[in-house]
C-alpha cells in the first residue's frame, strides 16, 4: 500500500485495476471520462481498454465480457446512460458471470449536462444494485465491493459517483500493483438457455431478480458503508435526524461540527434501499431532513419505510419545501437548512455590494476552427430562410453573440433528425445540421441513412478537428489512434458518407475564408442531403506558434472584427482592437475579415 | 496546520496547476489534503476555481462562506466574485491584470480592473496586488502567472510552505525544461 494524492475518478480506475480488472471501455462525458484516461496510463499488460464508439457499444461490449467471465468496467456520463439503457435493462434480466461495474457520474448543477437525471432513479427502474460513493477513498473501496457483489448476484452493479466525487481529490491510501487481484476470465461457455433472452426466460429471471433485491436489503442494512452517526447527548431531546448520501454527506458531517450533531443516517446503497438500517435510524425521531441532490430518492424511501412500517416520522426534504429542488447543494445551504431544521439561527449573508462583475459564459478558443466554420456558413446563408441545427460538444458555443450560429441544441446526433424535419415541414427553409467528428460517429449515422433513404433536404456540416474536445481530447475512429497505443487505419468521414449516399460531400479548410464561404454556397444549394467536412485541427491540441498583431496606424476602429466573430483574444483598446497574443493562436480570421488589412501575420516565433 | 486556500481565475490561467503544486507540497509534509475544481465547459474562458483544503478532521473538499484563509485571484474580477469566502482576517494575493470577457468587447462596456482593485483594497486588510503585467515582463514569459503569484503568497507567509516545499513539486510535476523558468517566477520579486 502506498498513499496517493488522486482525483476521485483516478480512485476509481485505481480500485477497478486492483480489483483484477480485464476489461474496460466507455466513451467521454463529463464527469466521468478521467476513470477510463487513468485505466489506460496504469492498467498492466491483461487490462484491455478503448473509448467505444458510444456508450451503447461499450455497455455490449462490457456484457459480452462479463458473460464470459471477465471483471468488466463501463464508464459514462449519466446522459451516456440513455443511450446505453438498451442492452443495460436486458442485461439486467440475463445476469451476469464475471463482475460487471457500470460508471456512471452524475451531474449536480448541472454543470456540463442537458439534465439532473438521477441514476440512483435508474437504478431502482431497471433493478440493477447501485453503490454511492461520497469521497474518492469511497469510491476507491466501493469500486472493488461491487466487483464481488455482481459475481456474487450475477448481476451488473452500479457505481455513482457526482461531479463533486468524480472531481475532488484526496490523499488516500492505495494497493501497491504487486497486491492487485489477478483475475481469470474462464472463456465464454455455451448455454442458449442463459444468454439467449425470450419471453419465458425473462419472466422466471423477473422472478429471481425482485427475490435477490428483496435480500439485498437486509443485506445492505448489515453493510457497513451504510451507517448511523450518533447524535450529541444534548440534542437528543430534539428528536431528529438527517438522511444524506453521496457527495451531500461530506456537507452534512462539516456542518455537524458547526451546528452539534443531529443523528445522521448515510445511504451509501440507495438500491435497493436498506430498509432494516432505515427503521432502526428513524426509531425515536419525530422528524428527518433529508439532504440530497437530485432526485428526492432518500426521501420517498423513507416515507415508504413509513407507511410500510407505521412509522409517524415526518421526513422533510424537496417535496416539503425544505430543500431545493433542483441544483447542487453546497456547504452554505445544507448548514443553513439544517440550522433552520435545529431550530438555530440561520446567519444572514451579509450584504455587500460589489461593482459589477463580469460575466463569462464559456466561449470557443481564440483561433478555434469552429468559429471560422459558424462564420462561414453564416456568410454563405446570409438572407437566406435557414435554420442550425446543433449538437453537443465544444461547438454548443457556437450559439452565443455574435456568431449565433446554434438555433437548436438537444443530445447527441438530434441536430440531424431536427434539420430533416423541419426541411419536410417547411421546403423553403434551408436545414443545416452541425455535428462534430466524434459525435459524428457516436450517434450521427443512423441520421444520414436516415435522410438519404427518405428523401430528406439538408445540408450536414462536419465540423472535424480530430479529436473529442470539450471532455480533453480522447481519440475516435478518425483519429487513427487507439487507447491501447496502436496507431491504426483512420476511419474516413467521407467514404462513409459517400458509402451511405450523399450527394455531395465537400472537404474544405475553414480558416481559408473566402474557399469555405464559397464552398458552403455551392453546396447548399444542391437538392437532396449534401455534406460540407470543415477540417482543421483543435487549438488546444496543436498549439500554432504563430500570431496576428494589429497595426494602430492602419485600424479605423470600425470594430468589425469584434462584431463579427467573438474571439477571446480580441478586445478594444483607444478605439482600437488589440489582439492579445497570450491567447492567439493565428488563425487569420480576423485578418481575412479586417476592411483595413490592419492585421497583420507575424513571423512565428 | 489546517489551511483553506481559494484559487480562482478564468479558464486556461493555469489555477489547477498552482493547486497541485500547493496540495502535492503538503502531501509531501504528510498533511491530509482535500481539494476541488472546476473542470469542464467552464474551461472554456469561464470563471474558475479550486479549492485546497489541509490540515485533519476534513469531510469535504469544499470551503464555506467566510472559511478561507487565504485566496489567490489570478484576475482582479474574479477575486471579488470569490470575496464572500475569505475570513474577516485572510490574505489575498491578487493580480492586477484584467481578462476581458469577449461580452464585454462587444458591447463596450468593457469593465475596469481599477473598479475591483479599489473595492478589495477596501475590504481586505491583508492584501497584496501583483503587477502582473510588470512581472511577466520582467521574467520572461506570458505563461507562469501561476508561480509569480504562488511566489507572492509564500512571501507573504500565507502559504504555511516554504519556498523549498514547491520547488520540490515543480520538479515533480512540471518537465525539467520548464524548472528554470518556474523557479525564475517563483523567486520574483519586483
Known amino acids: 500500500m502506498h498513499d496517493e494524492f488522486v482525483m476521485g475518478n483516478e480512485a476509481i480506475a485505481l480500485g477497478a485495476l486492483a480489483a483484477g480488472v480485464n476489461l474496460v471501455c466507455g466513451y467521454p462525458g463529463t464527469p466521468?471520462?478521467?476513470?477510463?484516461?487513468?485505466?489506460?496510463?496504469?492498467?498492466?499488460?491483461?487490462?484491455?481498454?478503448?473509448?467505444?464508439?458510444?456508450e451503447k457499444v461499450a455497455m455490449e461490449l462490457a456484457g459480452g465480457a462479463a458473460y464470459a467471465g471477465a471483471r468488466a468496467l463501463v464508464t459514462m456520463k449519466q446522459m451516456g446512460l440513455n443511450v446505453a439503457s438498451d442492452p443495460l435493462m436486458c442485461l439486467e434480466y440475463i445476469g451476469v458471470k464475471g463482475g460487471l461495474v457500470v460508471?456512471?457520474?452524475?451531474?449536480?448543477?448541472p454543470i456540463s449536462s442537458q439534465t439532473e437525471q438521477d441514476t440512483r432513479s435508474f437504478a431502482a427502474f431497471s433493478r440493477v444494485p447501485l453503490l454511492d460513493p461520497s469521497s474518492a477513498e469511497e469510491a476507491y473501496r466501493m469500486v472493488q465491493e461491487a466487483f464481488e457483489l455482481s459475481e456474487k448476484y450475477q448481476t451488473p452493479v452500479f457505481l455513482r459517483p457526482t461531479t463533486r466525487v468524480s472531481h475532488g481529490y484526496a490523499s488516500i491510501r492505495v494497493?501497491?500493483?504487486?497486491?492487485y487481484v489477478v483475475h481469470q476470465a474462464e472463456g465464454f461457455v455455451k448455454d442458449s438457455g442463459r444468454w439467449v433472452i425470450f419471453p419465458?426466460?425473462?419472466f422466471a429471471n423477473h422472478r429471481k431478480i425482485e427475490e435477490r433485491n428483496a435480500l439485498l436489503r437486509d443485506v445492505f442494512s448489515d453493510f457497513p458503508l451504510n451507517r448511523t452517526e450518533p447524535e450529541d447527548p444534548s440534542l437528543a431531546g430534539l428528536r431528529k435526524g438527517v438522511a444524506t448520501g453521496g457527495f451531500s454527506w461530506t456537507?452534512?458531517?462539516?456542518?455537524?461540527?458547526?451546528?452539534?450533531?443531529?443523528?445522521?443516517?448515510?445511504?451509501?446503497t440507495p438500491f435497493p434501499f436498506p430498509e432494516k438500517l432505515a427503521v432502526s435510524f428513524l426509531s425515536g425521531l419525530d422528524e428527518v431532513l433529508c439532504v440530497e441532490e437530485l432526485d428526492p430518492y432518500i426521501e420517498r424511501e423513507l416515507v415508504y419505510v413509513c407507511g410500510k412500517y407505521g412509522l409517524k416520522t415526518r421526513i422533510l426534504g424537496k417535496t416539503t419545501g425544505h430543500m431545493p429542488l433542483s441544483g447542487e447543494n453546497s456547504r452554505d445551504s445544507v448548514q443553513a437548512a439544517l440550522?433552520?431544521?435545529?431550530?438555530?439561527?440561520?446567519?444572514?449573508?451579509?450584504?455587500?455590494?460589489?461593482?459589477?462583475?463580469?460575466?463569462?459564459?464559456?466561449v470557443l478558443c481564440a483561433g478555434c476552427p469552429h468559429r471560422a466554420s459558424f462564420y462561414a456558413v453564416k456568410q454563405a446563408m446570409k438572407g437566406r430562410k435557414t435554420v442550425f441545427c446543433g449538437d453537443i460538444g465544444c461547438y454548443t458555443l457556437g450559439n452565443a453573440m455574435p456568431l449565433d450560429m446554434v438555433d437548436t441544441c438537444l443530445c447527441m446526433g438530434a441536430g440531424l433528425g431536427i434539420a430533416q424535419s423541419l426541411n419536410h415541414l417547411e421546403k423553403d427553409r434551408s436545414c443545416f445540421a452541425f455535428v462534430g467528428d466524434s459525435t459524428f460517429f457516436a450517434s450521427a449515422l443512423p441520421g444520414v441513412v436516415n435522410a438519404v433513404y427518405n428523401q430528406a433536404e439538408f445540408t450536414l456540416i462536419v465540423l472535424d478537428n480530430s479529436t473529442t474536445a470539450m471532455t480533453g481530447h480522447q481519440p475516435h475512429p478518425g483519429t487513427g489512434r487507439t487507447m491501447m497505443g496502436s496507431v491504426v487505419e483512420k476511419v474516413s468521414i467521407e467514404n462513409i458518407l459517400r458509402g451511405i449516399g450523399v450527394s455531395a460531400v465537400e472537404t474544405v479548410d475553414p480558416l481559408n475564408h473566402a474557399l469555405a464561404v464559397e464552398t458552403v454556397r455551392k453546396t447548399a444549394d444542391l437538392p437532396g442531403v449534401k455534406a460540407v467536412i470543415f477540417r482543421s485541427p483543435c487549438v488546444a491540441l496543436f498549439r500554432s506558434p504563430a500570431r496576428v498583431s494589429v497595426d494602430p496606424a492602419a485600424c479605423v476602429g470600425c470594430k468589425k472584427c469584434i462584431r463579427e466573430i467573438g474571439c477571446p483574444a480580441l478586445s478594444v483598446r483607444d478605439g482600437k482592437a488589440v489582439v492579445d497574443s497570450a491567447q492567439c493562436n493565428g488563425c487569420t480570421l480576423c485578418m481575412q475579415l479586417c476592411p483595413a488589412g490592419a492585421i497583420r501575420k507575424e513571423e512565428a516565433r | 496546520?489546517?489551511?483553506?486556500?481559494?484559487?480562482?481565475?478564468?479558464?486556461?490561467?493555469?489555477?489547477?496547476?498552482?493547486s497541485r503544486l500547493i496540495s502535492a507540497s503538503a502531501m509531501a509534509r504528510q498533511i491530509p489534503v482535500l481539494s476541488a475544481e472546476t473542470i469542464g465547459m467552464a474551461q472554456r474562458g469561464g470563471s474558475v476555481f479550486s479549492h485546497v483544503r489541509m490540515g485533519d478532521g476534513l469531510y469535504s473538499p469544499m470551503i464555506a462562506r467566510g472559511e478561507a484563509d487565504l485566496i489567490i485571484g489570478f484576475e482582479p474580477g474574479e477575486a471579488v466574485r470569490q470575496l464572500p469566502f475569505l475570513k474577516p482576517d485572510g490574505q489575498m494575493i491578487v493580480s492586477s491584470r484584467p481578462v476581458m470577457p469577449v461580452t464585454a468587447a462587444l458591447s463596450d462596456t468593457g469593465y475596469r480592473a481599477e473598479a475591483m482593485l479599489e473595492y478589495l483594497s477596501s475590504r481586505v486588510s491583508r492584501l497584496v496586488v501583483v503587477d502582473a503585467e510588470k512581472a511577466l515582463r520582467d521574467v520572461g514569459s506570458p505563461k507562469v502567472l501561476n508561480l509569480i503569484l504562488l511566489g507572492a503568497a509564500l512571501r507573504a507567509g500565507a502559504l504555511g510552505l516554504s519556498a523549498e516545499d514547491l520547488k520540490a513539486s515543480v520538479r515533480r510535476l512540471i518537465p525539467e525544461k520548464f524548472h528554470a523558468l518556474n523557479f525564475r517566477a517563483l523567486d520574483y520579486e519586483p
Do not use: H
Request: net charge neutral; with cysteine.
Open chain 1, 32 to 54: 466521468s471520462t478521467e476513470v477510463l484516461e487513468t485505466v489506460a496510463k496504469r492498467r498492466g499488460e491483461s487490462t484491455y481498454v478503448e473509448w467505444s464508439v458510444n
Open chain 1, 103 to 109: 460508471l456512471v457520474a452524475d451531474d449536480p448543477g
Open chain 1, 175 to 179: 494497493k501497491d500493483p504487486e497486491e
Open chain 1, 200 to 202: 419465458r426466460l425473462s
Open chain 1, 251 to 268: 456537507y452534512v458531517m462539516e456542518a455537524r461540527k458547526n451546528l452539534g450533531a443531529l443523528r445522521t443516517l448515510k445511504v451509501s
Open chain 1, 339 to 362: 440550522a433552520a431544521f435545529m431550530g438555530l439561527p440561520v446567519p444572514a449573508v451579509p450584504a455587500d455590494n460589489p461593482p459589477p462583475l463580469p460575466v463569462r459564459p464559456p
Open chain 2, 1 to 18: 496546520m489546517n489551511k483553506n486556500i481559494i484559487l480562482c481565475g478564468v479558464g486556461g490561467q493555469g489555477t489547477v496547476l498552482a
